[in-house]
């Protein structure tokens, strides 16, 4: 059985060399990818050799890979056969003979073969003598086997949640934690090793507690074989098989009810009769009540907002702690209202059937006006409060908390010129999404890659322009009594903004009113 459900595994992975086009080339990248990991693991784990945090630097990448394989199958769950049990929920297949043939078939791939490849390299950088490379190569391969059958565990136990609506929405939402996780690594940690603040040696010490989790078990069973303490390498060794039992012992157990139990998850969800919030303001209030809806419930629209709200406070955050802690301020807020322009560029894409419902009732100008005027509203009641927080935090940050209002000018006005953009640019380049198994939001289909990048460049370079003479109010006012300046400021900022707004409403307007069929088109084509 594990050999046929092998089989299966490497027919899925060839099958996606005669897929479309798109698939093709997502399967090349992601294997040259895990390649390129495969390579950079070992050789870093291999030029940690006479390091003296080697130890404590390899559990903290044992670490790592075990939270992959812990959050990231989460976010792709259903992408193949071997993820989601009730696949095979109807073969005539015992427990044991399943659990076995799922086990070898999630440790059959590229990824799993460049996990085990790039943690082999503590072979070189961790172990001495004959016993330590012998423990090594024992403890790396329990390593790997603990991260599949933890993985795996996880699925299973969460499956009827995770096929769920309710449960998938949870699983796009991994997304905001791991996208926070990567800013902070590539904005900070390389900035930190490039001035000396982040060396090998920062790394002593932080597994006192790190040593007794399964990948710190695996790591010191290799340090100790090497320094002469084979009997107590043995020992973690057996503890951390121990653990592994434990976990396939209870990844069995929930796979066994999890064949058997009913699946729940297309039953109808109880539907409240609640009033609809600023409906009784005719279209306008109706569709900000939509979109106000959407935006808080929808689990791709809270993705962009944290997208926005990580970026503008880690691109700037280094900038803000130096004197120039102003030209980070100002960054900050401009580039969170910049990337709310990007993310916004196409709300007919994005809305999808819906806008080929709505597009029935928007016969003119005026329908029209409404319903980007609408979605303005609903976009601004979240992207004010947000970029203001953010004004104010990195003001305090910087010891100035009294120029956040000078942020707050900034972010009014560059809100606004996002908002305009993204209207514009949801009209005049306006394409389908599609959302596929694994992916957390929405692509362009295929053939509209070059209208989102167009939009996306657009929206960013156009925020900059039209935010530019609030910029330059702002510095070439700093003589100017902070009493008068300030208010002044953020007054005329907004009028500016609400200006650049309310241009965009009627130029989108004025671009959408001979294109609704079109438009329409375009909403019933996007599958998100």
Known sequence: MARLLVQLKLRLLLGALRSSGSARASFIVSTVFAVVVAIGVFAGLAALRGHSASADLATVVFTIFAFGWLALPLLAFGLDSTLDPATLALYPLRTRQLAVGLLAASGT?????ANLIGLLGVTVGLASGASGVVVAVVATALQVLFCIVLARFVTTALAGLLRS?????????????????????????PKAAASGKLTASSFAGVDRWMRWIPPGLAVHAIDDASTGHPGTALLRLALLAAIIGVLGWLWIRSLGQAVVTVDTSTQASAVRGNALPFARFGLRGTLT??????????????IYWAIMLVVAAVVSFRTVLTPRYLTGLITAVAVGAALMAVLHSNAIGMSGQDFSFESLALSGRR??????????????????PLLTVIAFALAAVARHPADGFLGLAVALAAIGAGLALSNVFTVALPYPVEKRAGMPVPRPADGYTGQRVLASLG??????????PVVLAVVFTRSDPAAVRMPVLVLGAAAYGLALAWAGVRIAAGLAAPRIPELGQIGARSRS
């Open 165 to 189: 609506r309710r449960g998938r929405d949870l699983a796009v939402l991994l997304v905001i934690p791991i996208f926070v996780l990567y800013e902070i690594f590539t904005q900070v940690v």
């Open 367 to 384: 329908g029209l006006r409404a319903y980007f005027s609408g979605q303005d509203l609903a976009l601004g009641m979240i992207a004010v």
């Open 109 to 113: 791939g590229a990824w799993p073969l």
């Open 459 to 468: 929206s960013l370079a156009g925020t900059g322009v039209l935010v530019a």
């Open 289 to 302: 009540a939509r979109f106000w809806i959407y935006q808080r419930r929808d689990p791709v629209a809270l």
